[in-house]
């Protein structure tokens, strides 16, 4: 999964879906957890990709 740009919408999916999951006080369910995992990766890419263009 190596691609030259950064799904920015993942990753906002998925803070929106953390942040609803708080402030419901509910568990997170397994897709809240998967695409929380997804995101995470997202950020990792982002990361580096940008600390390569320094």
Same mark, same amino acid.
């Given at each position: 999964?190596?691609?030259s740009y950064v799904d920015f919408?993942?990753?906002s !999916?998925?803070?929106n879906i953390s942040? $609803?999951?708080i402030?419901?006080?509910n568990h997170f369910s397994e897709d809240a957890i998967r !695409?929380?995992?997804e995101a995470q990766? $997202?950020?990792k890419m982002a990361l580096s990709f940008s600390?390569?263009?320094k």
């Open positions: 999964m190596n691609h919408a993942k990753i !999916n998925a803070l942040r $609803e999951a402030e419901s006080e !695409n929380l995992m990766e $997202e950020l600390s390569s263009l």
